[in-house]
């Protein structure tokens, strides 16, 4: 099957550095289809017409229209994988900056990677097998999020009844980025995510960054 990748810095603080997103022509031009027509719009001969090539020339690459949109959000879910990680990681000891990094990685991960961030909802025509499986991968940020808060509520960091359910609201809220994000619009990746972060910390309870 072929492959795609995003460029994973080796140092910790890479977690910001966002360079091209590095896919296959044939993943191209299904990300565009999709966030075009949407995945049950879309066809493996409109695919193949965008790359210039015979729908059994496609089908040499990958198993069928599912197998492109799993190639796809893996490709997603393992980019802001590892950037959640490394962010956390970046602050040992220190709910409250995890928390900020954290947040801060998944809205940067939704602007500068909104093209592959906006095929989330298009997982629910995944087959059970492969829904479980991307459920998983998706699982790996909501569990890093969660022992932050967790953490930040045993030592008084954040006041919060419900880490799990705050986290999972939270993620939403980050998530929701994506449906609307546009790189020409009047404010930054960097912008938004020092946005979201403020209003994430006031929503475990912790008071917002003082700008100048």
Known sequence: MAQASAAKPDAASGWRDFGPLEL????????????ESGFHGATVRQIARRVGMTVPALYYHHENKEGLLVALLELGTGDVA??????????PGSP??????????????????VRLAALDSENRYLSP???????????????????VIETGSRDGTFTIADPVETSRALLGMCQSVARWYHADGPLSPEEIAARYVDIA???VGAHPRLRC
């Open 96 to 113: 409250r900056e995890q928390f900020v990094n954290v947040i801060e990685a998944i809205v940067l991960h939704m602007t500068y990677r």
């Open 82 to 91: 590892w950037r959640v990680r490394a962010a956390a990681r970046e602050a």
């Open 201 to 203: 910390l006031m929503t």
């Open 129 to 147: 097998s492969n829904r479980r499986r991307y459920s998983a991968r998706r699982k790996t940020v909501e569990t890093v999020l969660t022992e």
């Open 24 to 35: 296959t022509p044939i993943l191209d031009a299904a990300v565009d289809e999709f966030r």
